[in-house]
């Protein structure tokens, strides 16, 4: 029987471990160097600086076609970048990412109550740190992605709902289904701030199906965690769903518009169909696939084993599961049969939504945090004795934490001396910046540089992943031409050197020539140098660099 003291002594080590994990995870930050990653350059840099300075409709396509996604997770990062050195933001970013770890404690915390107090936190602080420590989640330690900033929303709805558990169950009706609202609006919100995020969303509400209670007191819970989501999905992403839909007839533009049909974009989905498997097959079981060809599911190789290992064991476990109850047989495990069913069921669903619609594995990283948990779940569905189960589990959850290779996405050092900046960019005197219009081209990530631009000058992108000068059956087209054409002052082109001739070519359809003999070169330390050119009107006008 635990003491008194074991029960104290516990609750001060979670305390600890609560108070500590976010800021640990903040100085492990700092030792993968600082974020570079292709999509800071293309468009998480710019949209929070877009956001914050009234660019927004000002500036067309900077960004490509994520000028279109959310810019509020990318405020707070770009404010904290702008205001402190590059290493005290990357620290304090790190440690939010690190809030985490404090939430995967509580949720193996609540599920773990079949085990003494001392030994169930000093397991749910392994569990929770192993949840941190995943190929995918150390690859994105530190970065703009914000897969591992919305994950806050998603664990922290797994954690209130584990932590109501049992008593939602059969308790009180109008508390529990507060609280599993609760959690929904977590949930919610998240999925509002980042579209994909409907994934987990949806697999935690329908998690409710699988608890041990009564069926209709199963609906009320998922009916009431989707009310909750869907509050939640308004105050996340209403506002900019809103402004979406009045400028542009679709909430999600462009994506789905094949649905909504806005005369802005093509009637497509827009849906990247890049990393979806080959056949039926693969798709099947293709955690065999990326497992082993990781590049299958992103952009930068990494390894991590806990997907792979949960996709056989969770199958094995059910069926296990299911032939045990039907012989009468229930055996006592670590984490509680309600938590057990709920996670699993909702990792499950999770999971073959997001085979069926992304396939890209960052998306996948909130439940990576979560396998190993899961796995130890699993674990304790084998018709296996106790000790053989404790066996197995430590040894599984070994593997895969000694196997793991982080990925990366592009890290540069951190900066030294008194430039200690996240963005720097040294862009040549402009000789009218009030008047020029700076056009962009080519496809590559260059909008990181325009905040270093004297903040009176326009960019219009008229070459990018979602328009050219020569796009058929795409309405923004006569946006972009109508400005360009309406532009009385100077024009510019900024491109990579590599993409310069493009952007020439994509300039003539415009009736502008790009003078290649008078470019300026525009160093910066993220990315490679860029290229800032005169531009002269088909009439001969000639604009100047400095």
Request: hydrophobic content about 50%; proline content about 8%; overall charge positive.
């Amino acid at each position: 029987m635990p003491t008194h003291d074991d029960d104290r002594r516990s609750r001060l080590i979670g305390l600890a471990f609560l108070l500590l994990a976010p800021p640990a995870y903040g100085l492990l930050t700092l030792a993968f160097g600082m974020d570079a990653n292709w999509d800071l350059r293309n468009y998480h840099w710019y949209n929070g600086y877009a956001m914050l300075t009234g660019r927004i409709g000002r500036d067309l396509l900077a960004a490509q076609m994520p000028s279109f996604y959310s810019p509020f997770l990318d405020v707070p990062f770009y404010w904290l970048a702008t205001h402190l050195p590059a290493r005290a933001a990357g620290f304090l970013w790190g440690t939010l990412q690190g809030i985490n770890l404090s939430l995967l404690y509580v949720l193996a915390s609540s599920s773990l109550r079949n085990v003494p107090p001392l030994k169930r936190t000093l397991t749910a602080m392994v569990l929770a740190a192993m949840g941190g420590l995943g190929g995918g989640t150390l690859g994105l330690i530190g970065t703009t992605f914000q897969d591992n900033v919305v994950s806050l929303g998603v664990l922290g709805a797994a954690a209130v709902v584990a932590g109501s558990l049992p008593g939602i169950l059969d308790g009180r009706a109008l508390p529990s289904f507060a609280r599993v609202a609760a959690a929904g609006l977590l949930a919610g919100a998240a999925m509002g701030l980042k579209n994909p995020t409907v994934i987990y969303a949806v697999g935690l509400c329908l998690g409710f199906l699988a608890l041990p209670a009564r069926p209709w007191r199963r609906l009320w819970l998922a009916f009431f965690f989707g009310i909750g989501v869907l509050a939640g999905l308004a105050l996340g992403g209403g506002v900019w769903m809103a402004h979406l839909w009045h400028d542009y007839g679709n909430p999600v533009f462009p994506h789905m518009n094949h649905i909504f049909k806005s005369p802005f974009a093509a009637l497509s989905d827009y849906v990247n169909v890049g990393f979806f498997p080959p056949g039926p097959w693969q798709r099947l079981f293709f955690p065999f696939v990326f497992t082993v060809s990781p590049l299958t599911v992103g952009e930068v190789p990494w390894f991590d084993l806990r997907v792979l290992a949960l996709f056989v064991l969770l199958p094995a476990g059910f069926a296990c599961a299911v032939a045990g109850r039907s012989m009468g047989k229930r055996t006592d495990w670590l984490t509680e049969v309600p938590a057990t069913r709920f996670l699993l069921a909702a990792m499950t669903v999770t999971y073959a939504l997001w085979v069926a619609m992304f396939c890209i594995y960052r998306y996948l990283v909130p439940l990576e945090m979560l396998a190993p948990l899961g796995l130890v779940m699993a674990v304790g569905l084998l018709p296996l004795a106790r000790r053989l189960r404790i066996g197995l589990a430590v040894a599984l959850l070994a593997l895969v934490q000694l196997t793991v290779q982080p990925a990366d996405w592009g890290r540069v050092a951190w900066p030294k001396g008194t430039d200690d900046r996240w963005v720097t960019a040294e862009v040549p005197p402009i000789a009218d910046p009030d008047d020029t219009m700076v056009l962009m081209a080519g496809y590559w990530a260059i909008s990181h540089a325009i905040p270093s631009f004297p903040p009176r000058v326009t960019f219009v992108r008229i070459q990018s992943n979602f328009l050219q000068p020569d796009s058929v059956g795409n309405g923004y087209l006569a946006i972009m031409t109508d400005k360009v054409a309406s532009h009385r002052g100077p024009f510019l082109m900024l491109s990579t050197i590599p993409d310069t001739a493009g952007a020439a070519k994509a300039a003539e359809l415009l009736g502008l020539r790009v003078d290649t003999q008078r470019c300026r070169p525009v160093p910066n330390n993220l990315g490679e140098t860029l290229n800032l050119c005169a531009v002269d009107r088909a009439g001969g006008k000639r604009e100047t660099v400095e």
